[in-house]
């Protein structure tokens, strides 16, 4: 699936805020290799040089746009690849944000990821947990309705992508690692016309564009974003935009 940096990053305060809860709660304190997968355009991992100067850090994204959009000339190493191809075997951290509701596998590569870690090695991951939020669901409604299920079925996924937190506690804990596994629900205030749109035309809607041809997703886009402004009106000071997420950090002691 093709990426849009430019586009992905349109929200990139609120995108970046998950990352940063997540890695403030990862305790290592001086690791030698330190992975980002699915690092996106990399402007979140280079803060990972700042939190433990002394690491190796390496960005792995499987879009070409994204790594081609990483920031050239840094200490950070970044390199095109996928979640099931990645070997964990000596990495100390691993961070993965808002990566593996994309990867359906993601069950299976977590206890291997854990095995081949490094001792006293750190995993720590967050996935979107919305997709039974308006913003998921109404699209699933657009795309499974007559004009466009013959166009688009079987191209979005439902909330089973994703488990709950008590599931990767007990998936990482059969593993021998210490976990702490949460949710968060973020209300984002987006501001502009349509936000809500603006925002899942970088993620969400990224398989249905890909699927569409031009004048298809105006269409689709047109019909969406009318059921979006009444899911989320708009309000004085900004469009009201709640975001679940889990959490997931886990302590190879």
């Given at each position: 699936?093709?990426?849009?940096?430019?586009?992905?990053?349109?929200?990139?305060?609120?995108?970046?805020?998950?990352f940063?809860?997540?890695?403030?709660?990862?305790?290592?304190?001086?690791?030698?290799?330190?992975?980002?997968?699915?690092?996106?355009?990399?402007?979140?991992?280079?803060?990972?040089?700042?939190?433990?100067?002394?690491?190796?850090?390496?960005?792995?994204?499987?879009?070409?746009?994204?790594?081609?959009?990483?920031?050239?000339?840094?200490?950070?190493?970044?390199?095109?690849?996928?979640?099931e191809?990645?070997?964990?075997?000596?990495?100390?951290?691993?961070?993965?944000?808002?990566?593996?509701?994309?990867?359906?596998?993601?069950?299976?590569?977590?206890?291997?990821?854990?095995?081949?870690?490094?001792?006293d090695?750190?995993?720590?991951?967050?996935?979107p947990?919305?997709?039974?939020?308006?913003?998921?669901?109404?699209?699933?409604?657009?795309?499974?309705?007559?004009?466009?299920?013959?166009?688009?079925?079987?191209?979005?996924?439902?909330?089973?992508?994703?488990?709950?937190?008590?599931?990767?506690?007990?998936?990482?804990?059969?593993?021998?690692?210490?976990?702490?596994?949460?949710?968060?629900?973020?209300?984002?205030?987006?501001?502009?016309?349509?936000?809500?749109?603006?925002?899942?035309?970088?993620?969400?809607?990224?398989?249905?564009?890909?699927?569409?041809?031009?004048?298809?997703?105006?269409?689709?886009?047109?019909?969406?974003?009318a059921?979006?402004?009444?899911?989320?009106?708009?309000?004085?000071?900004?469009?009201?935009?709640?975001?679940?997420?889990?959490?997931?950090?886990?302590?190879?002691?």
């Open positions: 699936m093709r990426w849009d940096p430019a586009q992905y990053g349109r929200f990139s305060a609120q995108r970046g805020r998950p940063f809860d997540l890695v403030t709660q990862v305790g290592a304190v001086a690791p030698a290799t330190v992975v980002d997968l699915g690092c996106g355009p990399g402007d979140l991992t280079l803060t990972l040089v700042e939190r433990w100067p002394q690491a190796a850090v390496r960005g792995i994204d499987a879009s070409r746009e994204m790594i081609g959009a990483a920031p050239a000339g840094t200490r950070v190493a970044f390199s095109v690849g996928t979640a191809e990645f070997d964990a075997t000596g990495v100390d951290v691993l961070i993965s944000n808002a990566t593996l509701q994309w990867v359906p596998d993601h069950r299976r590569l977590l206890p291997q990821w854990a095995r081949r870690l490094n001792h090695g750190w995993l720590a991951f967050q996935v947990s919305n997709f039974d939020a308006p913003s998921h669901r109404l699209m699933r409604e657009l795309a499974a309705s007559p004009r466009w299920r013959e166009r688009l079925r079987g191209v979005l996924r439902g909330a089973e992508t994703v488990d709950r937190p008590a599931d990767y506690l007990d998936l990482l804990t059969r593993e021998g690692l210490a976990v702490d596994a949460w949710q968060t629900e973020y209300q984002h205030v987006l501001q502009g016309p349509d936000p809500v749109l603006e925002w899942v035309r970088g993620t969400g809607l990224r398989p249905v564009l890909e699927v569409l041809g031009e004048d298809e997703a105006a269409e689709f886009n047109a019909e969406y974003a059921l979006l402004r009444a899911a989320y009106p708009a309000r004085p000071y900004g469009t009201v935009f709640g975001f679940l997420r889990t959490f997931v950090v886990a302590h190879k002691a």
